[in-house]
């Protein structure tokens, strides 16, 4: 994760990223806020929303493939998560 502070005069003078692997998955999320603590809750709350889309991504495909006898893996989809 990278924070950044712009000159004050900005509006938003912070501005962060961060990148975080999710099993195959690169999640990638950034923001730019007035203040340290609204950065921090902005990119908390991107984060745990591109996590909660992978993971039920994962659960599906797992959900697919057991309903037709197959394992993710045994497809070359995904590994489960567990």
């Given at each position: 994760?990278?924070?950044?502070?712009?000159?004050?005069?900005?509006?938003?003078p912070w501005s962060a990223g961060a990148e975080v692997r999710v099993?195959?998955?690169?999640?990638?999320?950034?923001?730019?806020?007035?203040?340290?603590?609204?950065?921090?809750?902005?990119?908390?709350?991107?984060?745990?929303?591109?996590?909660?889309?992978?993971?039920?991504?994962?659960?599906?495909?797992?959900?697919?493939?057991?309903?037709?006898?197959?394992?993710?893996?045994?497809?070359?989809?995904?590994?489960?998560?567990?």
């Amino acid at each position: 994760m990278r924070a950044t502070k712009a000159a004050p005069r900005s509006e938003q003078p912070w501005s962060a990223g961060a990148e975080v692997r999710v099993g195959d998955a690169l999640l990638v999320v950034h923001a730019r806020e007035a203040g340290v603590r609204e950065l921090a809750d902005r990119l908390r709350d991107r984060l745990r929303s591109q996590v909660e889309r992978v993971v039920q991504d994962a659960r599906t495909v797992r959900s697919v493939g057991a309903a037709q006898g197959r394992t993710a893996l045994a497809w070359g989809g995904p590994a489960p998560f567990r």
